[in-house]
C-alpha cells in the first residue's frame, strides 16, 4: 500500500481515502463518492480492528462480507482496496498505541473503555500506509470524527478529515453495518432512536433550549419502545464533546444490538 501511495504522489495524484470495517452499505458508498469527487486516487480500507473491541463486544460476529465489497467497490470506482491482515497490522510484540485526552474519554470512550485509542491507533496506521490528502468519516460516529479531528491537529498529520451526512433508511434508522443482528420487531423498534432525536429537534426550533427538557423528550420517546434500553441521551459541543450543546448523541441496546445515532438540534433536521 505505501509503495503504490508513493508512487501516486510522486506523480502528483491526490488520494482520498474511505476507511472501512467492511459490510458495506449505502452510507459507506457515499463516502466514497465524496472521495472520488475530491480526489484523483480512491482508497478504501477494510479492516475488523481488534483492538477497538473490548473483551465482551461482538468482535468475532462482526459482519463481514469481502466478497460482496469487492464487488461494490469495483462498481463505485475506486482505484485500491487496501484489506491488511490481522498479523500484518499488530505483528507480534508490536505494543504502541496512540491515545486521545479529552474528546474521547465521555460517552463513549466511557462506555467502551480501550475503544478510542484502538481507533486513533489504527487510523494511525491507516494514514501512515495510505498517505491521504483526505479521509472521509460518516457523521453517525460523531464521536469518532470529533477524535480523528483532535488526532489529526494535534499530531500535524496533514490529513483533511471529510464528515458526510448520516445515510438514513426511510424510516430514519440510520444505516449500520450492526442492523443486520436486528429481529423484524427489534428494527421496528430502531426507528424510534432517530425518533427520539426529531422530537428534540422539533421542540429546538420552536424555541426550547433547556437542556433537561430536551433530553427528557428524547428519553420519553425510547422509554415507549420496550425493546430499547437506553445507555445515554446526552447534548454536547460537537467538537469537544462536554456539555453543554446542540449535539444530541444516542447510545442504546435494541434487543443485544447496541446503537449509536446522533442529530445537531442547530440545524435543519433531514428530511
Do not use: C
Not at 491526490?14 to 465524496?34: E, N, Q, Y
Not at 467502551?112 to 498517505?131: I, S
Not at 433547556?210 to 423528550?217: M, Q, Y
Not at 469537544?240 to 433536521?269: C, E, H, Y
Request: no cysteine; aromatic share 6%; charged share 25%.
Amino acid at each position: 500500500m505505501l509503495e503504490a501511495s508513493r508512487r501516486w504522489r510522486s506523480a502528483g495524484r491526490s488520494i482520498g481515502l474511505v476507511p472501512t470495517m467492511g459490510a458495506l452499505h449505502a452510507g459507506h458508498l457515499s463516502l466514497v463518492d465524496a472521495a472520488r469527487r475530491e480526489n484523483e486516487i480512491v482508497v478504501v480500507s477494510i479492516f475488523v480492528n481488534p483492538i477497538q473491541f473490548g473483551p465482551n463486544e461482538d468482535f468475532e460476529r462482526y459482519p463481514r462480507d469481502p466478497e460482496r465489497d469487492a464487488v461494490l467497490l469495483g462498481e463505485a470506482g475506486v482505484d485500491a482496496i487496501y484489506e491488511p491482515p490481522i498479523a500484518a497490522m499488530y505483528p507480534p510484540g508490536a505494543s504502541t498505541r496512540v491515545r486521545v485526552g479529552g474528546v474521547a474519554e465521555p460517552l463513549e470512550g466511557k462506555a467502551r473503555p480501550g475503544h478510542f485509542e484502538g481507533v486513533a491507533t489504527v487510523v494511525t496506521k491507516l494514514f501512515a500506509a495510505v498517505q491521504p490528502d483526505r479521509a472521509y468519516f460518516g457523521q453517525k460516529d460523531a464521536q469518532q470524527v470529533a477524535v480523528v479531528k483532535r488526532l489529526v491537529r494535534d499530531l500535524d498529520l496533514g490529513v483533511g478529515v471529510r464528515v458526510g451526512e448520516t445515510v438514513r433508511e426511510p424510516d430514519g434508522v440510520a444505516l449500520s453495518s450492526r442492523n443486520v443482528y436486528l429481529d423484524p420487531a427489534e428494527r421496528r423498534a430502531a426507528a424510534g432512536i432517530s425518533a427520539g432525536l426529531l422530537q428534540a429537534a422539533s421542540a429546538y426550533a420552536a424555541g426550547e433550549r433547556r437542556l433537561d427538557v430536551l433530553r427528557e423528550l428524547i428519553r420519553a420517546r425510547l422509554a415507549a419502545e420496550p425493546l430499547v434500553q437506553l445507555e445515554y441521551a446526552e447534548l454536547v459541543d460537537p467538537d469537544t464533546f462536554s456539555a453543554p450543546g446542540t449535539l444530541a448523541v444516542i447510545a442504546a441496546r435494541v434487543g443485544k444490538t447496541r446503537l449509536i445515532d446522533n442529530l445537531d438540534l442547530s440545524k435543519p433536521a433531514p428530511g
